[in-house]
C-alpha cells in the first residue's frame, strides 16, 4: 500500500452536503470522501492505494480534475483498490456532484 | 491428552459418557450435582449428523432435566467439507443446533465448553463459542486457518505474517489469542474438578445471558475497537 | 467500475449488481435512511492498514435506521465488492452494536443485508469472534421480541459464519441468484477436490446452494425477482405478519424433527435435481428455466 497527499489550488467549491461518498473499494475501483477543508481556495488529497509506484498520475489526474472543476475548500480522501485513471476521475466527479448538490 | 484421562480429571466421582462416532454424551458427577456432558471428539468434521445428535439431545437436557449444568467438550476441525452436506443446508444444521445451546441459557442452564484439542471456524461457532464461558486445555489449537494457508489466500508473504503474528492477537491461530481477545475465560493447564467446578458455579456464571467478551476483550488489551464501536453505534 | 451508474439507467434495479448504500437507497421508504457512523466520521481497520491493503471508512458495512412501508426499521447492509463482505473487528461490531440498538429501541423489525463470504481473513480471530457475538445478539434481539429479516442475494451471497447467522434470523428472503450455504464451493474444491465440487460449474453452485434450492427444500421463506423493488415489497410483506414467540423448546422440537426426518429423505443425495425429483417436482431439470412465479406455485403444488 502506498500514502499519497496533495494539494491543489482551485476555485471554492459551494458545498450543499456535509459530506459526500462515492465508490466502493473494490477491485478496480475505488472510494472517494470530501469533506470541508481547511483552505477555501485549495484542496488537500489524501490517498491510499493498494498499488505502488502511481504517484505521478495521480498528481496529473486530480491537478487536471482541480483545474477545471471548483474543489476548493475541500479535503478529498481516497481509499484505492486499483481503479483506472478513467474510473477516478469519474468517482472525483460524481462526488463532486453529491457534495455540491449537482449545482457546479 | 485421550478423552477418557480429561473426564476422568473433570468427574473424579464419576462419569457415564459414550461416544457415538465422534459425538460425545452422558453424565457425570461434580461434588454439588449431575452435569449433562455433551460434545465431539478426535477433531470431528461437523456436518448434520454431530450437529442435530447435540441439538436433539440439548433438547431432552432442556425438556427432561431442567437447570443442569451441560459441559460441553470441543474438538472440532470444523465443518464437514462435502456437496452432500452443502445440499441440505449445513449452515443451518449448525445455527440449529446454536439455537438448541442460546435457549438452555435462557431456560436457565449454566453452560460451559471447554476445547480439549482442535477449535476450528464453524464447529467452533456452533457450539464452543455458544456457551457462557468457554475454556481450553493448554494445547489446545484454536484458529480459523494456519498461517501457511492464511498467506496463500491473502497473498502476504508467511514470513510478514508470522512477524505480525508476534504483536497481534487479531488474525493468527493460539488459544492466548482468543483468550487475550475475550472469547476463552481462560487457559488450564491441565483439566481438573477443581477448575470445572469453579467455572460451573452459579455465582461466577450470574448474568450470562449478556454477552461480555468484547468488554473482557478490551480490558485485557487484546480487542478494543470492538466495544468502542459498538458503544458509538449505541450512541448515534 | 461501480454496477450502480449502469443500473440506475435501467427501469429494473438489479439487486444482485448493486452496492450495499444502492441498495439501502432503494430498499427503504425514499429519503428516510439515517446512518449510525457514516464514514465521514469512521476511520477503516487498522488492522488491514498494518497488512498493507487499503481500508474501507465504513469498514464493508452499513448500519441505520429508516422507515420501510411506513414502519420504523433499523437496518444493515453488507458491501459485498469490499474484501467479499467479509467481517473484521469493526464491521462486526458495527453488526451487534445495531442488533443491541435494537433491542432499546424496538422497532418493527430489524433488516439485515447479508452479502458476505464470511469471517475476514485478514482479522480472522477477531471476526470469527465478533460472528459469534452476531449469532447471540440476533438471537437476543429475538428473544426481546424484535424480529430479524436476513435478504440475501447479493454477489457474495450468505456463506461461512453469515451462512449461519442468516438461518438464526426469524427468516430469509432469497433471490434466485441468492447463495446460501456453510463452505463456499471453492473452498470444498480445494480441499477434497474437483469431483466432490466443482465450483466452476456455475449451474451446478446454483443447485446446491443458490435461491430456488433453498425456497423449494424451506431454507428460505421468500422467493423474490432479482430487483430491488422485489425484495423491498417481499420484506413490507413479512413485516406485516412476523411475530416473536418466546423462545422455547417446542419450536426447536419441530424444527429438529424437520431436519432429521430430511437428512433421512434425502440421504446420499449430491445434487439439487435429486432432491427435487424426491420431493415430487415432476420436471426437476426445468427449475433452472422457471420463472419465480411459476416456482412458486409448483411448490405449493408439492405433495406435503
Known amino acids: ?104 | 491428552m485421550k478423552l477418557i484421562e480429561i473426564l476422568n480429571a473433570l468427574f473424579p466421582a464419576g462419569h457415564e459418557v459414550g461416544t457415538f462416532g465422534q459425538l460425545i454424551a452422558g453424565t457425570a458427577q461434580t461434588s454439588s450435582s449431575t452435569v449433562a456432558v455433551l460434545g465431539t471428539t478426535d477433531a470431528a468434521a461437523i456436518g448434520h449428523d454431530i450437529a442435530l445428535g447435540l441439538a436433539g439431545r440439548i433438547l431432552d437436557i432442556v425438556d427432561q432435566h431442567p437447570g443442569r449444568p451441560i459441559v460441553f467438550l470441543v474438538d472440532t476441525k470444523g465443518q464437514a467439507l462435502s456437496r452432500a452436506e452443502e445440499l441440505l443446508c449445513l449452515n443451518g444444521s449448525l445455527a440449529h443446533l446454536a439455537r438448541c445451546v442460546d435457549l438452555a441459557r435462557r431456560q436457565g442452564h449454566v453452560s460451559v465448553a471447554l476445547v480439549t484439542g482442535e477449535a476450528v471456524s464453524g464447529g467452533f461457532l456452533s457450539f464452543g463459542l455458544m456457551a457462557d464461558k468457554t475454556y481450553a486445555l493448554a494445547d489446545a489449537q484454536v484458529r480459523v486457518m494456519d498461517l501457511k494457508a492464511m498467506a496463500r489466500v491473502t497473498k502476504i508473504a508467511h514470513e510478514r505474517l508470522v512477524e505480525l503474528a508476534g504483536s497481534s492477537p487479531t488474525f493468527a491461530p493460539g488459544a492466548e489469542n482468543y483468550l487475550s481477545m475475550g472469547a476463552l475465560e481462560a487457559i488450564w493447564d491441565a483439566p481438573t474438578a477443581a477448575l470445572l467446578e469453579s467455572a460451573l458455579d452459579q455465582r461466577v456464571a450470574k448474568g450470562l445471558l449478556v454477552d461480555g467478551r468484547m468488554d473482557a476483550g478490551r480490558e485485557r488489551g487484546g480487542r478494543s475497537l470492538a466495544a468502542q464501536t459498538v458503544a458509538a453505534v449505541l450512541a448515534a | 467500475m461501480n454496477a450502480p451508474v449502469h443500473t440506475q439507467l435501467a427501469l429494473r434495479h438489479s439487486y444482485f449488481e448493486a452496492s450495499a448504500r444502492s441498495r439501502v437507497a432503494q430498499l427503504l421508504d425514499a429519503g428516510s435512511f439515517r446512518e449510525f457512523l457514516p464514514p465521514e466520521v469512521s476511520q477503516p481497520s487498522p488492522h488491514l492498514a498494518v497488512l498493507g491493503i487499503p481500508g474501507a471508512f465504513d469498514d464493508g458495512v452499513i448500519v441505520g435506521s429508516g422507515q420501510l412501508g411506513g414502519k420504523p426499521v433499523l437496518l444493515i447492509a453488507q458491501e459485498g465488492q469490499f474484501m467479499g463482505g467479509a467481517v473484521g473487528e469493526i464491521h462486526g461490531a458495527k453488526i451487534v452494536g445495531l442488533l443491541r440498538r435494537a433491542i432499546v429501541e424496538r422497532p418493527a423489525a430489524v433488516v439485515f443485508m447479508v452479502d458476505s463470504g464470511g469471517v475476514r481473513l485478514h482479522e480472522a480471530n477477531a471476526g470469527l469472534i465478533a460472528i459469534s457475538e452476531i449469532m447471540r445478539a440476533v438471537l437476543d434481539t429475538r428473544a426481546a421480541g424484535v424480529p430479524v429479516i436476513a435478504l440475501v442475494g447479493g454477489s457474495c451471497g450468505a456463506f461461512g459464519g453469515m451462512g449461519i447467522v442468516s438461518r438464526l434470523c426469524s427468516a430469509i428472503v432469497m433471490s434466485e441468484e441468492g447463495r446460501l450455504a456453510l463452505s463456499g464451493p471453492e473452498v470444498i474444491e480445494t480441499v477434497a477436490g474437483v469431483e466432490e465440487f466443482d465450483s466452476k460449474d456455475r449451474a451446478l453452485v446454483w443447485r446446491v446452494t443458490g435461491g430456488k434450492h433453498r425456497y423449494l427444500t424451506g431454507d428460505c421463506a421468500e422467493l423474490v425477482e432479482d430487483d430491488a423493488a422485489s425484495f423491498r415489497q417481499s420484506t413490507i410483506d413479512l413485516l406485516a405478519g412476523l411475530t416473536e414467540p418466546a423462545p422455547g423448546s417446542s419450536a426447536l422440537r419441530t424444527e429438529q424433527k424437520r431436519l432429521t426426518q430430511r437428512r433421512e429423505r434425502f440421504a446420499g443425495m449430491r445434487d439439487g435435481l435429486e432432491v427435487w425429483a424426491a420431493m415430487g417436482m415432476a420436471r426437476p431439470a426445468e427449475v433452472s428455466l422457471m420463472d419465480r412465479d411459476s416456482l412458486v406455485a409448483a411448490k405449493k403444488g408439492l405433495p406435503a
Open chain 1, 1 to 104: 500500500m502506498e500514502n499519497l497527499e496533495f494539494r491543489f489550488t482551485a476555485h471554492p467549491a459551494r458545498p450543499a452536503a456535509g459530506a459526500a461518498l462515492c465508490g466502493v473499494v473494490g477491485s478496480g475501483n475505488m472510494e472517494i470522501l470530501i469533506r470541508p477543508g481547511d483552505e477555501a481556495d485549495a484542496c488537500t488529497v489524501s490517498i491510499k492505494t493498494s498499488a505502488r509506484g502511481f504517484g505521478k498520475i495521480w498528481e496529473a489526474v486530480i491537478a487536471d480534475f482541480a483545474s477545471r472543476h471548483p474543489v476548493g475548500g475541500t479535503r478529498i480522501a481516497i481509499n484505492d483498490m486499483g481503479a483506472t485513471p478513467a474510473v477516478v476521475t469519474l468517482r472525483l466527479a460524481q462526488a463532486l456532484g453529491d457534495y455540491t448538490g449537482g449545482a457546479q
